[in-house]
C-alpha cells in the first residue's frame, strides 16, 4: 500500500525536523544565488544565467519535492532501497539542472575520415551528415532539447568540417544529442565495414563544461 496519502508537504518537513518520529530519506541541494527555481507539485523548472530546464518527475511515486528558501528537498516516506534509489536519481538531475543554468555542458566530437571526406552542417534541428562512406542519401540526427547549441568548426583554410560541438543547459539534451550523433555513424546492412579499418564517422572525444574546454 502507497504510503505517500499519509504524508503532506508539512508533515515531511515535520518529520525531517524530527526524524525518529516518522522515517524519512531526504536529500537537500542549495540554490545558488542567481538561480531561480519553481517547484509546482513534482515539476521542477530551473532558471539561471545560461538558460532554463524543466524536468517532471510525476511518474515517480513516494517522493516529495519540496522548494524551501534557498534549497530544495527531495524526500521520500519509505527506507525500502528501491525507494532510495530514485530518490538519488531525482536530487542528482536537479543538481545537475542547477550547475547546467550556470555552465553549460559540452561534448565534443571530431570528425576522421580517411576515404571520402565527410560533410557535416546544422539544418534546423538535425545535424545533416553527407557524403559518409561515399553514400549519396543524407543521416539526419535530431538534436534533442529547444536550447542544445550545435557548432561545426571547419578544417583552417577549407570547408572540411573538423569539429561538432554540442552545448546546452540540460545534460540529458546534450547527452542524447551526442548519443544520436555516434549511433548515426555506426555502419549497418549494406553499409557495414570492418570497424578496425573503417574508423570514418563523428566521434566523441571530450566531455566538459563551460570555462575547462
Known amino acids: 500500500m502507497s504510503l505517500e496519502p499519509l504524508f503532506d508537504e508539512k508533515a515531511v518537513l515535520e518529520a525531517i525536523k524530527n526524524p525518529w518520529i516518522i522515517g524519512i530519506d531526504y536529500?537537500?541541494?542549495p540554490i545558488p544565488k542567481g538561480v531561480k527555481v519553481t517547484v509546482e507539485g513534482k515539476k521542477v523548472r530551473v532558471e539561471g544565467?545560461?538558460?532554463?530546464v524543466e524536468k517532471d518527475f510525476s511518474h515517480i511515486k513516494e517522493l516529495y519535492i519540496i522548494h524551501m528558501g534557498d534549497k530544495i528537498i527531495v524526500a521520500t516516506p519509505a527506507k525500502k532501497d528501491k525507494q532510495i534509489k530514485?530518490?538519488?536519481?531525482?536530487?542528482?538531475?536537479i543538481k545537475k539542472m542547477i550547475e547546467g543554468v550556470q555552465r553549460w555542458f559540452i561534448y565534443k566530437h571530431k570528425v576522421v575520415y580517411a576515404h571520402f571526406p565527410i560533410r557535416v552542417r546544422v539544418e534546423g534541428r538535425y545535424i545533416i551528415i553527407e557524403n559518409f562512406y561515399g553514400r549519396k542519401d543524407k543521416i539526419k540526427v535530431p538534436i534533442v532539447g529547444d536550447q542544445t547549441v550545435v557548432e561545426v568548426t571547419l578544417q583552417p583554410g577549407s570547408d572540411i568540417p573538423d569539429e561538432v560541438i554540442i552545448k546546452g543547459p540540460d545534460l540529458e539534451a546534450v547527452s542524447q544529442t551526442s548519443a544520436n550523433l555516434h549511433e548515426a555513424c555506426k555502419?549497418?546492412?549494406k553499409f557495414k565495414k570492418d570497424p578496425r579499418v573503417f574508423q570514418d564517422g563523428v566521434w566523441r572525444y571530450m566531455v566538459t563544461r563551460e570555462g575547462e574546454e
Do not use: F, Q
Open 187 to 189: 555502419l549497418r546492412g
Open 86 to 93: 530514485p530518490l538519488g536519481t531525482v536530487a542528482t538531475k
Open 49 to 52: 544565467p545560461k538558460g532554463r
Open 27 to 29: 536529500e537537500e541541494i
